[in-house]
């Protein structure tokens, strides 16, 4: 069968989980360069976004569904708790991440930093401004969510972990939130431990290139 292609940009924090999901299975893929909305992505993904998956005659959208095809796919270790109960805490966190931490930490907070839409591209302080309450208000759930375990969910590392890992990346880069990761032990040696798992070291972007 053909090697599974991921379809994106190496900066997306969702293209990032989905090869983070693609080098915990062991999984031979390949990463295919694709901006949202550019023809190689449409043709996978009726929506633009990335990633999109192809492997073989099957292609697909949406991190989760793309993550869930490369768990069941292949051999490797299962990227979700066995049991009921992690399987659920694990579904919950990645919906969590999705419709609640994302939005706020990363199209809120950050692309006001990495995209602003101000006239002379420097970050937008109105938009950044206003979400640092919200930041605040996620990183406490979030340190008080590893604080016991070191994990999002059990006591080992599964697919919610590598939904955060990348955000919280991005947000060790930023001057508020970074502050903000400091004062909170237990999320600051989680960002350190994780981000330095080979999975995940391994798929880190590239700083962007100096304008
Ligand atoms: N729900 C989607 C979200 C993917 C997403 O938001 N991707 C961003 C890049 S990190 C994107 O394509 N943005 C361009 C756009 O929304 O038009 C998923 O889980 O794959």
Redesign the pocket.
């Known amino acids: 069968m053909a090697v599974l292609e991921i379809i994106?940009?190496a900066p997306?924090?969702?293209?990032w989980t989905a090869r983070i999901a693609c080098e915990e299975k062991g999984a031979p893929y390949a990463l295919t360069q694709a901006r949202?909305?550019s023809p190689e992505l449409l043709a996978v993904n009726p929506?633009?976004?990335?990633?999109g998956m192809r492997h073989g005659d099957c292609t697909l959208?949406?991190?989760?569904a793309?993550c869930a095809y490369i768990d069941k796919a292949f051999s490797g270790p299962s990227l979700v708790p066995a049991d009921a109960i992690g399987a659920a805490k694990v579904e919950q966190w990645i919906s969590c991440v999705?419709t609640q931490l994302?939005p706020v930490l990363?199209?809120q907070y950050a692309l006001a930093y990495f995209f602003p839409s101000t006239p002379d591209k420097s970050p937008d302080r109105a938009l950044i401004d206003a979400a640092l309450p919200k930041v605040e208000k996620a990183l406490d759930l979030l340190d008080r969510t590893v604080a016991p375990t070191g994990h999002l969910v059990g006591e080992s590392f599964t697919l919610a972990d590598a939904f955060i890992l990348p955000i919280l990346h991005y947000l060790r880069k930023l001057p508020e939130s970074a502050a903000m990761i400091a004062k909170r032990p237990a999320l600051a040696a989680y960002a350190e431990r994780h981000l330095a798992r080979p999975s995940v070291a391994k798929t880190t972007p590239p700083p962007p290139a100096a304008r």
Request: zero cysteines; proline letters at 9%; charged letters at 25%.
């Open positions: 994106g940009a997306s924090n969702y293209v949202p909305h929506t633009g976004k990335i990633p959208f949406e991190t989760r793309i999705n994302d990363m199209r």
